[in-house]
């Protein structure tokens, strides 16, 4: 379960450097506009800057994440999983957040922290067994 939790983990850090490519770099383009409903690119960049610095708060995740999966790799799971436990937690909270906080964006809050807490899971139950 452990390889399992680690490829979860992996695709959660890839899903946040997604994020963080719309939301820092792509904001007023149509894909970012589309996934985020910020309409126009005149409407998006009011935006901007905070899309910006938000999209590093993801990227910095998945950056944690990927350090902690390689730690683990590399043979020191004590410093890897406490990394990846960090990292896909804060993805799962961040989603929980949107999730409470904007109801109407459930199905993106949804995409945001499926798969970090499947990782989550399959790493626990990976430690347990």
Do not use: D
């Amino acid at each position: 379960m452990t390889v399992i939790g680690l490829v979860l983990a992996c695709l959660a850090a890839g899903v946040h450097v997604y994020i963080f490519f719309l939301e820092s770099l792509a904001w007023t383009g149509a894909r970012a506009r589309a996934t985020f409903g910020t309409g126009s690119p005149e409407q998006a960049e009011p935006l901007k800057e905070l899309a910006f610095n938000q999209g590093f708060y993801n990227l910095f995740l998945a950056v944690i994440t990927l350090i902690g999966v390689v730690a683990t790799a590399a043979g020191e799971p004590t410093v890897g999983l406490t990394m990846i436990f960090v990292g896909t937690g804060s993805m799962v909270a961040a989603g929980l957040v949107l999730l409470i906080s904007s109801p109407a964006k459930a199905s993106a809050a949804l995409k945001q922290l499926t798969v970090p807490a499947l990782a989550i899971i399959a790493l626990v139950i990976g430690l347990v067994v």
